[in-house]
């Protein structure tokens, strides 16, 4: 069950399903990091308790948690929560953890991609990473899952897709010099056919301004369900991000995804940026190797970095001045999910959202068997036509 | 279903089924220790991998591994295995895994003991042993199952039960002043009740000469299913075993089960003992707070400390005296399972045996079902009259 499989996804007819469709369980990872989360990550580890239980509430959910924290992730979580030993780096599940791939028949195996803490030693965030790049190897084993190794760097938050054959992607994160420098666009693409099943890119340009991912498309926008996303918006034109979501606006809009449809795009509006204060930037440590986090940085927040699990969408809290009307816009495209928000500042302290920290495991359904369970747990995931 | 239950196995109708019941699968831990394992473990490592591998053919084997040692361990052990990291301080998960119980429903959960390595500190063979004490929350967490936190100190390996309410333990270990000092006879027969659904406590007195286990009862003897038992024997009277299983024979005779049986008892032969080189000595690491191993030491092997999977009985070899002689009466008393054998010395070298280095979940089937399963897949295991 757990071997490694020495064909790709697309030979054997794997795909990735879309986030919206039903999950079997959720992975996390527990941060401790004292260099990149204040006071030792105790804050930031209430909120990922709080995303963590939020989440449980529709599916399964397990917690990978280094050997000396064992016993503290496990008092600070509900004992519904599973929580393994399982080392990593940092916990950012859904850049090192597996993207899992379905077929027809409704097995699930698991992609393991390349991984090099978001650009290696060309402006990588920390050194080392050697803990990352074996987490998903170990996440398959414990979901005794088969596992395809990629031969390229890939992250999770990279990608996102409608699960019909279309993926999204930015060009900044992708194309950077610092991951695959010897792939170019034509080739990425066959690549993202062979191991997500992927028949369709639709290539964005930048993400958010300050993003210290090179530009995650999932800090930008997600899916609602195929046809239907979410892209995080400003009017403002003082603000650095006008340019790039008016042109990720006008190329989702002249694209169709890999059924022919046009994009139906509902604006997120852009939360205030989250800027480090000098009490928060004294609480993390100093440290050589990793990416330094100073008073009046400025740290990207964005509503379309949510989860959509089976029965809830868990949002982060990010301004007040947003958080209810964007909580109804999310009520009103997921009419079946309950709207949970997090408060996410600490999170965000730390590099990334809600989206970052987790990875689902798509329910084991076959193709029809997963449209009468969409019907029945997650009707917000039929097509949008 | 992680969680910890207020209640005792007994309260809710649990008991400990019988090893040579239908299994769900088998757990083991990874060896590693230089003060233990001679040679940085490498050689007993292969004999673990042996054990596992023999053990994969019958049921689903999952290896907890030591960060450090996780990539080592998923290179020398098959595909088919799970290797999962959790940290322990040696590799005895007969002694420091859940016992598992199961109901008349066929729910399954865990029983995780107070552990003190076999002694604590007047006696225990190493310190500390605090990353022993999390083993069995940490399988239990994996296998989702719930959790008896029992109250005081026992191991996998002092008890033996028929699954029928008899548990058959040894004086020597279970009253021994470094394990329960505040606990007499009557005392632990009440809490044998509560957690192994025990309802008959055969005690033997003493188990095999230079155990180190302070006479565990799987190193003495085993039960092929509930009236018919193995014990390890000697006609030697120079031997200092000689006494020891007389006692048992004679004490297993006088009893009757916890359905009025007598027990038809089996005898093994026993091996010569293993006395270690001065070759292997030399390859163990000198450690303060660790048992020493030093040349010459005498450890003892006994066929009686096997596995019963569910279609392979995986026994020691040990002496080529007598390894061809027990494989036969093995083979007539497990007449629908296969016999392998692993060469041993290594484990002994480091303590213990197949028994010790192994730990079974239990199927989860009704008790109808579970007659049904075992006449299928293991009818050896059907009561003997």
């Known amino acids: 069950m757990a071997a490694t499989l020495d064909t790709t996804p697309a030979d054997d007819g794997f795909a990735m399903p879309g986030e919206f469709e039903p999950h079997s369980g959720c992975w996390m990872l527990w941060p401790e990091r004292p260099d990149n989360w204040r006071l030792s990550a105790r804050p930031v580890q209430q909120a990922f308790a709080s995303?963590?239980?939020?989440i449980a509430t529709s599916e399964p959910v397990s917690v990978?948690?280094?050997r000396r924290q064992y016993a503290n992730a496990r008092a600070m979580l509900p004992a519904a929560i599973r929580v393994v030993e399982l080392a990593s780096n940092d916990a950012w599940m859904r850049d090192v953890g597996p993207t899992f791939v379905r077929n027809a028949a409704g097995v699930i195996r698991g992609v393991h991609w390349q991984f090099n803490a978001w650009g290696g030693l060309q402006g990588g965030l920390y050194f080392p990473w050697?803990?990352?790049c074996d987490v998903a190897q170990k996440v398959l084993e414990i979901e005794n899952r088969e596992r395809y190794r990629a031969?390229?760097?890939?992250?999770?938050?990279?990608?996102?897709?409608?699960?019909?054959?279309?993926?999204?992607?930015?060009?900044?994160c992708l194309l950077h010099a610092n991951r695959n420098p010897g792939l170019d666009q034509g080739a990425l693409e066959i690549l993202m056919h062979e191991y997500l099943g992927a028949s369709t890119i639709v290539w964005?340009?930048?993400?958010?301004p300050n993003d210290e991912t090179d530009g995650h498309i999932d800090e930008l926008m997600t899916f609602v369900k195929p046809g239907v996303v979410l892209l995080t918006w400003t009017d403002s034109k003082r603000d650095p991000l006008y340019a790039v979501c008016r042109d990720a606006y006008d190329r989702l809009s002249q694209s169709r995804d890999a059924r022919s449809r046009r994009f139906t795009i509902h604006k997120l509006p852009q939360p205030a940026p989250v800027l480090i204060t000098k009490q928060e930037a004294a609480g993390i440590d100093a440290s050589a190797g990793t990416f330094p986090r100073r008073a009046g940085d400025r740290m990207p927040g964005s509503y379309a970095n949510l989860y959509i699990g089976n029965?809830?969408?868990?949002?982060?809290l990010l301004d007040r001045r947003y958080d209810r009307k964007v909580a109804v816009q999310l009520a009103k495209l997921f009419p079946r999910r309950r709207i949970v928000g997090v408060q996410a500042r600490e999170i965000l302290l730390g590099g990334g959202g809600i989206h970052c920290i987790t990875q689902q495991v798509p329910?084991?359904?076959t193709a029809k068997a997963g449209r009468i369970g969409a019907a029945r747990a997650t009707s917000d995931a039929s097509p949008s036509r």
């Open 51 to 54: 995303v963590a239980t939020a």
């Open 311 to 316: 029965s809830v969408v868990v949002m982060p």
């Open 151 to 172: 031969p390229f760097i890939m992250e999770g938050g990279a990608l996102h897709t409608d699960g019909q054959g279309t993926v999204i992607t930015t060009e900044e």
């Open 363 to 365: 329910a084991a359904l």
């Open 130 to 132: 050697d803990r990352d």
């Open 64 to 66: 990978g948690v280094s």
């Open 204 to 208: 964005l340009g930048k993400g958010v």
